[in-house]
């Protein structure tokens, strides 16, 4: 069994901060791709931002400059800061992680349960 928890999500003001949280834990053996992935109202689910095992980062266009992936892999834990936050952000963000477990040779995704993001004043 293999569980992703997020944490970190919430309602701040236009220009806030706040920083997602994902921590995976369980039978795995090594976890490739992290990313962050965000669903807003009405909208599909679109990637915001990801990040590879070696460290290599990509973006969306509409968080370039304004938000940050970065990943632990001690504590398999993926984060994401977002700076500037504009009402547009607004979202349930799901982080998304790439992995092989123990006993299991291929390649396996994996959904966090998702935070809601609001900005609004």
Known sequence: QVQLVESGGGLVQPGGSLRLSCTASGSIFRINDMGWYRQGPGKQRELVAGISSGGSTNYADSVKDRFAISRDN???TV?????????EDTA??????HLI????RSEL???GQGTQV???S
């Open 92 to 97: 349930v963000y799901y982080c998304n992680v």
């Open 101 to 104: 477990r123990i006993g299991i």
């Open 74 to 76: 001690a504590k398999n």
């Open 109 to 111: 995704n994996y959904w």
């Open 79 to 87: 984060y994401l800061q977002m700076n500037s936050l504009k009402p």
């Open 118 to 120: 609001t900005v609004s």
